[in-house]
Nanobody, 121 residues
């Protein structure tokens, strides 16, 4: 299995920056983590993609964040980061870390507990 631990959420003013981190601890029959990413759920909205990154470094961003957020990873530590700049109140949400891992016979999807990001004056 993969256990995901997030940190870095909090309160920030509009225009400010915040950096999230997520570390995956691998155990059992997991062969490796193929993709990690961040999703978010704002009040009254569905959970949506923020950004993903593959083990080889390919990235994918939601249109709403692509010019402001940067996702990065440290494969040796199974850790990803999300640098969030120029934050607006629209970015207020619970941010969830996600990992797509592979075992011998299947791909497995894991989620962190979520961390609250609040953008407010």
């Amino acid at each position: 299995q993969v256990q995901l631990v997030e940190s870095g959420g909090g309160l920030v003013q509009p225009g400010g920056s915040l950096r999230l981190s997520c570390t995956g601890s691998v155990s059992g029959s997991i062969f490796g983590i193929e993709v990690m990413g961040w999703y978010r759920r704002a009040p009254g909205k569905q959970r949506e993609l923020v950004a993903t990154i593959t083990r080889t470094g390919s990235t994918n961003y939601a249109d709403s964040v692509k010019d402001r957020f940067t996702i990065s990873r440290d494969n040796a530590k199974n850790t990803i980061y999300l640098q969030m700049n120029s934050l607006t109140p629209e970015d207020t949400a619970v941010y969830y870390c996600n990992a797509l891992a592979r075992s011998i016979v299947s791909g497995l999807n894991y989620w962190g507990q979520g961390t609250q990001v609040t953008v407010s004056s």
